[in-house]
């Protein structure tokens, strides 16, 4: 299974960034869609996960600024984040996950940047 990253790059505080990935089964498939982000030197954190069911969470970091989207005809998944903070930056990674049979992809990563 591949995760392939897209939309990240530069932006300026306050402004909004919209990423994708585009994933190579059906998405259908797994139980949870995902979006984390890491910073060198520190861990990868959630941002958002959408479920099959299309139940969300996000970190209290981005509450009310993030929405991740699926697109279950497309094999897609989206974070749209606004009122970009120069904490957001960071590599973006996304992720899939199903319980069973216990699966677990990441994609390549894209970078955040966002300058004050």
């Known amino acids: 299974v591949q995760l392939q990253a897209s939309g990240g790059g530069l932006a300026q505080a306050g402004g909004s960034l919209r990423l994708s990935c585009a994933v190579s089964k059906s998405i259908l498939s797994f139980d949870y869609m995902g979006w984390y982000r890491q910073v060198p030197g520190q861990s990868r954190d959630l941002v958002a996960r959408?479920?099959?069911?299309?139940?969300?969470i996000y970190a209290d970091s981005v509450k009310g600024r993030a929405t991740i989207s699926r697109n279950n005809a497309g094999n897609t998944v989206a974070l749209q984040l606004n009122s970009l903070k120069p904490d957001d930056t960071a590599v973006y990674y996304c992720?899939?996950?199903?319980?069973?049979?216990?699966?677990?992809?990441w994609g390549q990563g894209t970078q955040v940047t966002v300058s004050s």
């Open positions: 992720n899939a996950q199903s319980i069973r049979p216990p699966e677990n992809y």
């Open positions: 959408i479920t099959s069911g299309d139940f969300t």
